[in-house]
């Protein structure tokens, strides 16, 4: 590719790019990001492409390789255009089909087709899809025109002409400005004001300053960060260009935790195109600006997604937070003026530019503007990214637009925030998602995991679960983090285990106290959230298991109890082959029995049987 | 363990002490665990003191400073995949492999991890066997898995590959 | 020409050289701050958390550990509010059931206020105050001590776990080690750990006036930069 020297040489870059996308009849998008390669949208693919070549349809059907697009329980799918036919949960098998049926002969599969799990209609067309009608694709929407290892794509779309229009007609005081006037509050969970930190920054003394992006994305049970940096890696690097710009800086880094090897790939693909098109280095189009992006991989740690363990990291060592005194504005990566936002915030900024900060603040709520892409997981029917503006209300995004309740169950909570998070309650479900209302909630919008649970989940689990978690990730500097979340795990262990006392459950909330108060950093001080939210609005839960030693939901191993029922044991020997603990003895046609000495209360011996016959008390 | 090996990856970062996570991964990538004499080298390389790569060796995950098996099985404990039943794939690898996370079989096939999260939470429980992920996993998925992963090694032996 | 900040301490105006930490201000004034990380001629980190201040600024207070923080001019600081003495004597607490044996460990936590331990105790031998590693880094330079793994597992280690050539086995890791000096009774048997409290009097008096210096027994077994006049 040849270097675009001047600013306005990009125009017709994109133009030419246009014209070339143009010349095709058809477009198949395939979404290839983590999650649908790890559904087998590869070989969908790949016999996509042998299909296509066989026909010698080359020249006139373009097949697009693109990120994640967020409707991750039809993956595989396919999306044809023009049309914009969806089919969703497609085989390598059916491709064959597609090629015949749809792209030459322009007939609909039927079977293929998306039904909408409430009324039962099959819908054709993409964006009539309710799951995507109800959201506001602002950011994933671009996902679906973009193969994001082809700069190409991005520029036709638009891409990069906000950073154009930032370098040729405005000044780095215009930029904050405009991102004040948007009011867009950091993505990552602190909800920080954006425009603030960039001034901040500005203002500090120093010729080398740096920007960041954090893509760490540790809470689990959220993956919106990885989607985006997969699917549009070009979009953050613009958002970085824009903000190394407004604050001064002339190296940025991407760090991208170790466990999302594709976005690692893909955002490295897009900063070497970038650097070969000029749009990195130095005089950047020619302006005299120069900015390059070095793309950190991540060591395996939740904790590094702490903005002072983050830029440690960076430095090449251990991920350990340190004091706040100062902000990383001042002194930050290497002791130097840092700015660090999140993925989202990055991806938002471009499009802020272009369209105004007033067009953003228009969505959402007064202070929580704009929109925010959720990953909605758990015992729902329709699992994905939604991205909704500020202020939908918690019960919209569940049942609405995620479908309802899996399974037959009843839903009980939603999980938010992740760690640093808490569980809510249905009645607590026509609360807005904005940063106010969950934190008063007890929960907070943290980077967007929504976890779903049904009757099936206990929450005295679901803290031991968290607690847990928050044990191996915490980094072990301080006491109160290092020693209070063991001591409040011990505490819960003994609950869920049948010998918790009263008094425990005082101590517990004393322990939460403290460490809230005394930690070092996020992780530590947020950590007895989920504690302290599920003993907000399940605290019978745990009564029930101190005072009866009852697990209702049947999950807390020391308190349930496998049998078989010999009315309908029919001696199949299913259970006695799938335990792994070899606590199921019988003989073949024979009734068969559970040892308890044995049984670890693991329950793979009741997912294989079918006949109902064994027992959870 | 051929340090002239090690001595290239460390050809282009010499005196950077900012890649010593990188740089870390490359050797691993290559002997798939950090042998305590690269570590020394990496030490004398980067100019990082050797107490702090050993710390570093020590906090990520991502490192093993014992050899690792043949196949590594990943399950994921993320909320959404607990919530669809990952521990039970615990209880399962105990019963197929005899050991547990963070363990290696005693014939070095198999070694079993953890992760906290993959972020393919719409598609779970996901295992990853050795860079593959397996979405929408079930206990006996993953016995049928563990099963055919041990039969192509069988084969290949009996091919006189290795 | 020194150049000095004041600072408010507990509603006492005091008058600090420039870039002092406001532990050291507190402490020099005559304020006691309960410490345990906390030594001269060592970079502080924050990592026991006991000199936790509040730092009121613009109608809203945060909390920090007054180790890190640097004493700036007009700075209004209360080392004793009500949720500063909670949260303190509880992790005073957590302190003594993670480490009963150490006499430094049950003298800050009597000093605290602490005088019942509600959790199991464990009897670990470090509780990961960071000196020796800091002392072995920046005083002598020879850098053979690291805090190794994370979380709980978090322990002090040599490379490899074997004593280097470079390490310059000056033992001033052991020296400075809180856990050095066992509970006047002796060392605590596994099981048979308890909160000493022996020095019941200096309690009473701690209680009474929590935040100014006594000049207490107390604080030779944590090693105060005060020091202790009477013995």
Known sequence: ?617 | MDIAHVESILSSHVGKREDLIEVLHKIQGVYNYLPEEALWKVSETLGTPLIEVFRVANFYKAFSLQPRGKHLVTICTGTACHVRGAPKFIDELKGQLNIEPGETTSDKSFTVETVNCVGACALGPIVIMNAEYHDRMSALKLRKLIEATKEKDKETTLHGEN | MPEYVNVTIDGAKIRANKGTSVIDVALEYGICIPNLCHMKDLNPIGACRLCIVELVEGGRSKVTTSCTLEAKEGMVIFSHSPKIVETRKLIAEMLVAEAPNSRAIQDVAVRCGVTKVRFPFRNKNCVMCGRCVRACTEIWRSQSLGFVGRGKKRHVALPFHERPDFCKRCWYCVDICPMLITPCDGPMEPGNEYLCNKCESQLTMALESPDTCIQCRLGKGFGCPRGVTQE
């Open chain 1, 1 to 617: 590719m040849e270097k675009i020297n001047i600013p306005d040489t990009l125009k017709s870059f994109a133009q030419r790019k246009k014209s070339e996308l143009e010349q095709y009849e058809t477009v198949i998008t395939v979404p290839s990001g983590t999650c649908c390669q790890a559904a087998g949208s590869l070989p969908v693919l790949l016999s996509l492409q042998k299909a296509v070549e066989k026909k010698k349809l080359q020249s006139k059907v373009r097949i697009r390789v693109s990120g994640c697009q967020g409707f991750c329980e039809q993956e595989p799918m396919v999306v044809i255009e023009p049309g914009g036919i969806f089919y969703g949960r497609v085989k390598p098998e059916d491709v064959k089909e597609i090629v015949e049926e749809t792209v030459i002969n322009k007939n609909i599969i039927d079977r293929l087709l998306y039904a909408d799990p409430v009324s039962g209609k099959k819908v054709a067309k993409e964006e009539e899809i309710p799951f995507y009608k109800l959201q506001d694709r602002t950011i994933l929407g671009e996902n679906k025109f973009i193969d994001p290892c082809d700069i190409g794509e991005y520029i036709a779309r638009g891409g990069y002409s906000a950073f154009v229009k930032v370098i040729t007609t405005l000044s780095p005081d215009e930029v904050i400005a405009e991102v004040k006037t948007s009011g867009i509050r950091g993505r990552g969970g602190a909800g920080f004001p954006t425009w603030k930190k960039w001034e901040e920054c500005r203002n500090a003394p120093g010729e080398i300053k740096y920007v960041i992006c954090n893509a760490d994305e540790g809470d689990p049970g959220a993956y919106m960060d990885r989607s985006v940096l997969e699917g549009n890696p070009h979009a953050i690097l613009e958002g970085m260009l824009i903000g190394a710009f407004a604050v001064g800086a002339t190296q940025g880094y991407i760090y991208v935790r170790n466990e999302y090897p594709l976005a690692v790939k893909n955002s490295r693909i897009a900063t070497d195109q970038a650097r070969e098109l000029g749009l990195l280095g130095k005089n950047i189009l020619g302006t005299g600006f120069d900015f390059d992006i070095h793309i950190s991989r991540g060591g395996g740690a939740f904790v590094c997604g702490e903005s002072s363990a983050l830029m440690e990291s960076v430095a090449g060592k251990v991920g350990e937070p340190k004091p706040k005194d100062v902000h990383a504005t001042e002194r930050g990566l290497f002791n130097l003026p840092t700015t660090l936002n999140n993925v989202e915030t990055w991806a938002n900024v471009p499009l802020i530019i272009k369209q105004g900060g007033a067009w953003f603040s228009s969505k959402g709520t007064e202070k929580s503007t704009g929109t925010k892409i959720f990953a909605l997981t758990g015992k729902i029917k329709n699992t994905g990214l939604v991205e909704v503006p500020m202020g939908t209300t918690l019960r919209r995004i569940i049942y609405d637009i995620g479908g309802g309740p899996q399974g037959g169950a009843q839903i009980k909570a939603v999980q938010t925030g992740g760690p640093s998070g808490g569980c809510l309650p249905t009645l607590k479900f026509e609360l807005p998602v904005d940063f106010e209302a969950l934190s008063a909630a007890g929960s907070m919008v943290g980077s967007g995991g929504m976890v779903v649970m049904d009757d099936h989940s206990c929450m005295v689990d679901v803290a031991k679960y968290f607690l847990t978690f928050l044990q191996d990730e915490s980094c072990g500097k301080c006491v109160p983090c290092r020693i209070g979340v063991d001591r409040m795990l011990e505490i819960i262990t003994d609950i869920s285990e049948g010998h918790g006392t009263m008094e425990q459950l005082d101590l517990l909330e004393e322990v939460s106290e403290a460490v809230a108060v005394g930690s070092l950093c996020g992780l530590g001080k947020t950590a007895p959230n989920p504690v302290l939210s599920t003993l907000r609005y399940f605290r019978h839960e745990y009564e029930e298991h101190i005072k009866n030693k009852r697990c209702s939901a049947g999950v807390c191993r020391e308190l349930i109890h496998y049998s078989i029922d010999k009315e309908k044991c029919n001696g199949c020997g299913l259970c006695l082959k799938a335990c792994p603990h070899g606590a199921v003895t019988g003989k073949k046609k024979k009734i068969h029995v559970i040892n308890n000495e044995l049984c670890n209360k693991c329950g793979i011996c009741k997912e294989q049987c079918k006949f109902d016959a064994v027992i959870l008390s």
